[in-house]
Nanobody
Framework: QVQLVESGGGLVQPGGSLRLSCAASGSIFASNTMGWYRQAPGKQREVVATITRARSTGYVDSVKGRFTISRDNATNTLYLQMNGLKPEDTAVYYC?????????WGQGTQVTVSS
């Protein structure tokens, strides 16, 4: 059974960058499509980036060209490089499987983009 622990969030100015990490414990990470999700205050949680075991990626239109999802299967780690951050990116960011698995939502990591 895996655990997913997000880290790397923080407060940044518009246009700034952050790199989020998701540490996954367990043996099934490498064979699954993974994703980054975010939930802004008062909004539904949405998937923003996905990556297959073969490292094929996908992004929601609002983050294309700014965010890059990657994975290191050797260390069971998922990353999200976030560049050109905008205030509308402010949210709690979570990692999970694609599709999401209920039992694996963690605490997330807060990203706040503000001047």
């Amino acid at each position: 059974q895996v655990q997913l622990v997000e880290s790397g969030g923080g407060l940044v100015q518009p246009g700034g960058s952050l790199r989020l990490s998701c540490a996954a414990s367990g043996s099934i990470f490498a064979s699954n499509t993974m994703g980054w999700y975010r939930q802004a205050p008062g909004k539904q949680r949405e998937v923003v980036a996905t990556i297959t075991r073969a490292r094929s990626t996908g992004y929601v239109d609002s983050v294309k060209g700014r965010f890059t999802i990657s994975r290191d299967n050797a260390t069971n780690t998922l990353y999200l490089q976030m560049n050109g951050l905008k205030p509308e990116d402010t949210a709690v960011y979570y990692c999970n499987f694609i599709p999401a698995r209920f039992g694996y939502w963690g605490q997330g990591t807060q990203v706040t983009v503000s001047s």
